[in-house]
Structures are given as C-alpha cells and as structure tokens.
C-alpha cells in the first residue's frame, strides 16, 4: 500500500487509489499518515479535527472516525489493521508501505549531496523524480491543527529549496536557455522567493539577454520595496554588478 500527500490525501494498492471524502476522518488519517510509527495523542487529534473548540462528545466522536479509518484501510488477508491502539492514542503502523514525501525526502537529500559533490547531473535527476512526485498543493484543502499545518508548510518549503537546487543544477550543466520560461513562471508564482530572480538573471545574462536581465533585477527591486519595504539582498546586488561589469565569473566555463 502507499501513502500520499504530496497532493490530496490518498491510499494507492492493487486495486487502485481510494480516498476519504468526509473531511474529519480524512484528517485524522492525515496527522497519522504524517507521523507514521509514531504514537498520535488523543488530545494531539481532537485538536487537529476541531481545533480549539471540540464539541462536548469529541472523545466519542473521534473513536468512531478512528474506526472508519481502520475500515477504510482493512484489506483482504490482511492480518493486523495498520491503526492500533497505543496509551496515550493511535499508530498507524507502516510496516512495509510506502509514504510519498518520505521518498520525496530522500530523493531531495539525494540531490543535496550531489551538488556538494559537484555531481550535477545525478543532482538533477533525483530533483526531478522528487518534483515529479507532487500532485498538487500538499494534502489539498486540509488545514487544520499542528500536526498539519505544519507539515503543509514544511512540505512547502523543501518543494521550494528542491525548485532552487534545480534551477542551480540547469545553470551549472548549461541549460540556462531552457531555464528562462521556467524560471518567470517560478517569480510568478513566488514574487518574494530572492533566488529565483537570482537565477533567472544568470540564465538571461548567459542566454545574450544583458538588457533582460538587468529588467529581472528592477522588476525584483520594485517588488520587495513595494510589498515589504525592503532592498534586495546581497546575493542579489552582486548578480546586477557583475552583470553591469561583465564579470567573467558568470560565464559558465569559469563558472564550472
């Protein structure tokens, strides 16, 4: 069986994907499902379905979602539900299945190592097998307590260093070209994210787009001014001065 929450919550198996619709019990198999072999609190799940205001029967209610999550995952010949009692709450055994963002962070790990190492191309395909787990925003339109929000937000945000590790993997293998489009998609979607405009005025710069690139950093500059107040960063500075001096750092040759 396998897990996934690298977009709306679902259970793979033979016999396809199958999904929960009814929101409480879907969120109490997600906080498991992101601490799996782990033991789940009650208090820890009564939070997360009805967060600071849990109705007088909440413990009742929660042992019958916890039972429909254990129906929900009883397979044939199975021979232990993957959900067990443990003081003070529940588990959810892993056992031998599978959960997407773990692989998602080996995967990113993978491409973290291959660029300390200089290994570019390796780097690159483990970042894309891990991009190309997501399905979409993480775990859909689940927003609850602790255990979820902060996962969502800590999914967010190795999605987005993932995204960075990449683009530098595409600069350092000569792929700026192919870099751009992709990059001013990332800015869009992303307007206060410093690097992507970094690297997009690299690729601009090594595709002969002096004047583009230069327009990147404006562009760059009025947005933070204008949404925080602030200037942009050191690395962002010193990418608009070695593009105005010519720095032969930034050719690729030098580069690699």
Not at 98 to 103: G, S
Request: hydrophobic share 40%.
């Amino acid at each position: 069986m396998r897990y996934e929450v690298l977009g709306p919550l679902r259970v793979i198996d033979e016999g396809g994907s199958t999904s929960i619709s009814a929101r409480k019990v879907e969120t109490v198999l997600t906080a498991m499902v992101i601490r799996a072999d782990q033991v789940v609190a009650l208090d820890q799940l009564i939070t997360e379905v009805w967060d600071d205001a849990p109705p007088r029967r909440a413990m009742a209610g929660l042992h019958v979602y916890i039972s429909q999550v254990r129906k929900f995952l009883a397979r044939p010949g199975q021979e232990e539900n993957p959900v067990l009692t443990r003081p003070p709450g529940y588990l959810l055994r892993k056992g031998t299945d599978d959960i997407d963002f773990h692989i998602f962070r080996r995967l990113a790990d993978r491409g973290r190592a291959c660029i300390r190492e200089r290994r570019y191309e390796e780097a690159a395909d483990a970042l894309e097998q891990a991009l190309g787990l997501w399905r979409g925003q993480t775990l859909g339109d689940v927003r609850t307590g602790p255990i979820v929000g902060g996962f969502v937000r800590w999914m967010t945000e190795l999605r987005l260093e993932c995204l960075e590790m990449l683009g530098d993997a595409y600069l350092r293998l000569g792929r700026h070209r192919e870099l751009v489009g992709w990059l001013y998609s990332l800015i869009a979607e992303n307007p206060l994210r410093e690097v992507y405009y970094r690297q997009l005025m690299l690729a601009l710069y090594r595709s002969d787009r002096k004047a583009d690139a230069l327009r990147v950093y404006q562009s760059a500059r009025s947005t933070l001014r204008e949404e925080l107040g602030l200037e942009p960063c050191q690395a962002l500075r010193d990418m608009q001065r070695a593009i105005l001096s010519a720095d032969e750092r930034l050719d690729l040759r030098v580069a690699s």
